[in-house]
């Protein structure tokens, strides 16, 4: 503590941590140095599926003790994990494959160590929708994930096709097919598929291609769909802006008329004549 009074016994504490450790999403190879010196420093694992981690800790001779942490016992098991953060273990989580807290448990428990100040450091490593977005080969300085599609994609796919950058989702491959026939033929779209396994492939081409492609060769694995970035409205003319904005956007007329002149920066009477003519 040197001379200093008022650096008090909170400097000399043992510091509650929690690691979240990615762990890799296909090959075993792909977990770092510190990843599995992290894992072996921890008091024990608080994993998605224990039987699915214990083939990564084998492979490198890691016995932690493990406790089961899915998206079922997030919120139940909150308190009892917290109490012994408290108490100066020192956990580590880790999900199935790729970084915990991406379409994986780990955000509620993070939110929670924040709040109560028990330090939290994350350990980077393999995330399958950056290995996609790399994979993909496309401009990656804009881009939306926007997770697993829902059931009825619809409305999230209208939206995505109108984002004008790329947008990265989750998808089933028995549904994959489904949802290449609801986006526009012409889109560009990419299929990034078992990323660092043996059937690595990630198929690029327009949404019609791909479809083409996905019926004669039923998809299998696991799937990150990419959708190519949509217009801007410099690419669109004033009655494809207007429309656009209505249809994707839900403006009325009035609104999207409005909307339309403010981005293309003309005079709003303007673009209202071309519609009240
Ligand atoms: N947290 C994980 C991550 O960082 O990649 C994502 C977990 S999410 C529950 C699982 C989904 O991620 C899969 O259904 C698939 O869409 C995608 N995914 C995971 N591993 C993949 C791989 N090796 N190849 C392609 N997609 C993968």
Request: some cysteine; aromatic content about 6%.
């Amino acid at each position: 503590l040197g001379s200093n009074p008022s650096a008090t016994f909170e400097s000399v504490q043992v510091q509650p941590l929690l690691f979240v450790i990615a762990t890799p999403i296909g090959n075993l190879g792909d977990v770092s140095k510190r990843a599995l010196e992290t894992l072996a420093s921890c008091d024990a694992l608080l994993c998605e599926d224990t039987r699915r981690s214990s083939i990564l800790l084998e492979r490198y001779g890691i016995k932690k003790q493990l406790i089961s942490y899915h998206k079922f016992k997030e919120k139940g098991s909150l308190d009892w994990i917290l109490e012994e953060l408290e108490a100066g273990r020192k956990l580590g989580l880790i999900s199935d494959a790729g970084t915990p807290c991406i379409n994986d448990p780990g955000q509620i428990l993070v939110e929670a160590c924040r709040m109560r100040g028990i330090e939290v450091q994350a350990v980077p490593g393999p995330c399958s929708l950056i290995q996609a977005l790399v994979l993909s080969g496309w401009d990656t300085s804009r881009f939306q994930f926007i997770g697993f599609l829902p059931k009825k994609p619809e409305a999230v796919l209208r939206q995505a096709m109108a984002y004008p950058g790329t947008t990265v989702a989750f998808e089933s491959p028995e549904r994959l097919v489904e949802t290449l026939k609801m986006i526009d033929g012409e889109r560009v779209v990419a299929v990034a598929r078992e990323m660092t396994k043996t059937f690595e492939e990630c198929r690029k081409g327009t949404a019609s291609e791909l479809l083409e492609h996905f019926k004669a060769n039923r998809p299998r694995g696991e799937i990150v769909l990419l959708i190519g970035e949509g217009p801007t409205p410099d690419d669109l003319s004033l009655e494809e802006l207007v429309e656009m904005l209505q249809d994707l956007h839900g403006l009325s007329l009035k609104g999207a008329i409005r909307q339309a002149a403010r981005f293309k920066d003309v005079p709003k009477r303007d673009v209202y004549k071309k519609f009240h003519n």
